[in-house]
């Protein structure tokens, strides 16, 4: 062999940057389109929120503040509580298969539950005669203890997706990738919601589509397990 001929056959066998020689890029890909999936559903359902919460509390500017303070901090807890835990798992994709089957129910269902906060609240505030400040805290946390629970959820996909993805390539690069496919797919779940779903089939209809992204992303989820047992 020559000295080119050996140079060439170590370029060869040099595993691509990110990948090493026990890399699974097929179940990586997989786990992209989860993470996309999931992705889209979680900033279609921010947007829904928006709309509805905007319907119960009958302030736009209120509504995005309660709106933004629920999905963040749901968003920090979950990725926080799951954050410590992904690691540990066998297979964190079958966890999340459930985390994303439970934010198909719960994101769907924040929509009435927001009707009925709304109403509610409403009442409450006849009642009591709420005005100023209590009138303002009283729908905030209505609102808040709808929709805390399904973007903590949220919050736990990037964990789990991270540490399932850290055993198919290394460890940074699933963290990057993940990372951009989420950011991607939010702003498509958001720009579609916005300018498509919502005004062609109502907010509770555009959830539902949000659900059918969880379910699909669950099934992709549940796909990557199976193919990690192989």
């Not at 509390?57 to 509580?81: E, N, R, Y």
Request: charged content about 10%; some cysteine; glycine content about 12%.
């Amino acid at each position: 062999m020559t000295a080119g001929d050996k140079r060439e056959s170590e370029v060869s066998t040099e595993p691509a940057p990110g990948l090493d020689r026990g890399s699974r890029p097929a179940p990586f890909a997989l786990l992209l389109a989860c993470v996309f999936a999931a992705g889209v559903a979680s900033l279609l359902y921010e947007v829904l929120w928006v709309r509805q919460l905007g319907l119960s509390l009958g302030s736009t500017a209120i509504a995005t503040s309660v709106m933004l303070s629920a999905f963040l901090g749901g968003l920090a807890l979950g990725s926080t509580w799951m954050g410590r835990r992904a690691d540990d798992l066998n297979t964190p994709s079958r966890v999340l298969l459930w985390v994303e089957l439970g934010a198909a129910v719960l994101g769907v269902a924040a929509i009435p539950a927001l009707e009925a906060a709304g109403h509610a609240y409403v009442f409450l505030a006849m009642s009591f005669g709420l005005t100023g400040v209590a009138a303002t805290v009283m729908r905030v946390l209505f609102s808040l203890v709808v929709m805390l629970i399904p973007a903590t959820l949220f919050g736990m996909t990037f964990p789990l997706v991270t540490a399932q993805g850290a055993r198919f390539v290394r460890g940074a690069m699933a963290a990057g990738v993940v990372s951009a496919i989420s950011s991607f797919g939010s702003a498509t779940g958001a720009l579609l919601c916005g300018l498509w779903l919502e005004p062609a089939l109502g907010i509770f209809r555009s959830a539902l589509v949000g659900a059918a992204c969880n379910v699909i992303a669950g099934g992709l989820a549940w796909l990557v397990g199976k193919l990690s047992d192989v």
